[in-house]
């Protein structure tokens, strides 16, 4: 997973940032067919999923992150239920691509927060505010000693591969580490 310094490089923060623009784009376009309490509710929570992100991001802990991610997840969801009753009204026909369009994005967003949150629960590093110099050692012996183990089973891999299928070496291999 590669490594961002700026949320601003985060594709899930530029496909969110995406999101915001195109939704205050279309209450625009369609300001003479919604309230303008439904016009504000959609610019409100689209643009909260991008800033959500960034916040997060900017706080320096895993957890803190986590609990900004659901926030901007949640802000997605709301976005995509505010297009789906858009979608249904009839003063609205004309935009339904562009509604359709700014639906799947949402949800896209959602989708790459939701992976991205499983993959911090899943982490070790509890985020910058607690790096030193003593666990971001730990943490790289960490990854390498992970990329060597990786880079080790494809070498066996790649031996085991010219041996027959009924072999012992290749069938143990096969048992651990799935099919060659």
């Known amino acids: 997973m590669p490594t961002y310094k700026r949320f601003e490089d985060l594709p899930v923060w530029q496909d969110a ?24 509710q959609i610019d409100r ?3 909260s999923v991008s800033n959500n992100i960034a916040e997060g991001f900017e706080r320096g802990t895993t957890n ?13 969801g709301e976005t995509r239920s505010m297009l789906c009753y858009f979608e249904r009204r ?12 700014f639906k799947f994005l949402a949800e896209s967003c959602s989708r790459q927060i939701r992976a991205w949150a499983d993959a911090l629960q899943n982490s070790d590093i509890k985020g ?3 790096l030193n ?6 943490w790289g012996k960490k990854n390498k000693r992970e990329q060597s183990e990786a880079d080790w089973t494809e ?20 048992r651990l580490h799935g099919p060659i």
Do not use: M, V
């Open 17 to 40: 940032i995406r999101l915001a623009e195109g939704c205050e784009d279309f209450i625009i376009a369609a300001k003479n067919h919604i309230t303008w309490s439904k016009r504000d």
């Open 45 to 47: 929570c689209s643009l």
């Open 64 to 76: 803190e992150l986590l609990a900004f991610l659901y926030i901007a997840r949640g802000s997605a």
């Open 90 to 101: 009839p003063a609205l026909k004309d935009f339904k691509s562009e509604i359709s369009n």
């Open 128 to 130: 910058q505010r607690h």
């Open 133 to 138: 110099d003593h666990s971001r050692e730990q």
């Open 155 to 174: 070498t066996q891999r790649k031996i085991l591969r010219d041996l027959p299928p009924g072999n012992p070496a290749r069938a143990a291999f096969e």
